[in-house]
């Protein structure tokens, strides 16, 4: 299958420097941040959190916001990140499933690149799907949407994995099912909420749980199982 993973909060832990780069955007705009947990605003797009934190629709101010986030971002924030535990092997054992991996998130794809090459994964994601800077994409039905044009996926092949309702809304927009990992940001109550075709706890259940979607998939279609001669 093609499956398309999120970034943020599905593949590594980035709250750290998103944190921090929200605190200096919000300080850099004279308006400290009096939200207890801005962790839970890791996986939706900027303009729609600093639209929130802001209390603000004007377009230039949450701009001008998004400029001091990214100033701290690109040199510092960005590395401020881990990997999360088993996701290599999870990643090598995908791989070695003859799965085709991308990475489709709404961070802008000139982050995620660096991100994906400072972790050592490119080996797993030749193929690195994100935003733009504009702002374009950063809705997951969109970024969804082109990926699935831009490399003609068929949908009843393609899987999306990813830790936030966005990202389970933007696979079922386009027909395509979609895993929840609970590890990241959205929560089980979150993600059980937008229904995806399965939510998993741990890295161990993700392999097992993809593995069990793609057999599915083929005996649906008729294809030799094991224990079928083909």
């Given at each position: 299958m093609h499956l398309l993973f999120d970034l943020d909060g599905t593949l590594t832990?980035?709250?750290?420097?998103?944190?921090a780069c929200l605190e200096y955007a919000l300080g850099e705009m004279?308006?400290?941040?009096?939200?207890?947990?801005?962790?839970?605003?890791?996986?939706?797009?900027?303009?729609?959190?600093f639209a929130e934190l802001l209390s603000t629709t004007d377009r230039v101010e949450i701009d001008q916001a998004i400029g001091h986030y990214r100033t701290r971002f690109s040199d510092v924030g960005l590395f401020e990140n881990s990997v999360y535990a088993g996701i290599p092997d999870a990643l090598s054992e995908l791989a070695e499933m003859g799965h085709d991996l991308r990475v489709a998130t709404a961070k802008p794809h000139v982050f995620a690149d660096r991100i994906i090459d400072h972790f050592g994964l490119r080996d797993f994601f030749p193929r690195v799907y994100g935003s733009e800077l504009s702002g374009e994409?950063?809705?997951?039905?969109?970024?969804?949407?082109?990926?699935?044009?831009?490399?003609?996926?068929?949908?009843?092949?393609?899987?999306?994995?990813?830790d936030r309702r966005h990202d389970i809304a933007g696979a079922k927009a386009n027909g395509v099912a979609a895993i929840g990992v609970s590890w990241g940001f959205g929560g089980i109550a979150e993600l059980t909420e937008a229904a995806p075709a399965a939510v998993v706890q741990s890295v161990g259940d993700l392999v097992a749980t993809i593995g069990e979607l793609a057999s599915d998939r083929d005996s649906a279609r008729g294809a030799p199982t094991a224990e079928s001669p083909s």
């Open positions: 832990d980035p709250a750290p420097g998103i944190v004279g308006v400290p941040s009096e939200d207890p947990d801005l962790r839970r605003f890791i996986g939706p797009p900027l303009q729609e959190t994409r950063t809705d997951k039905k969109d970024l969804i949407e082109y990926v699935l044009k831009s490399e003609v996926l068929p949908t009843n092949a393609t899987l999306m994995i990813g």
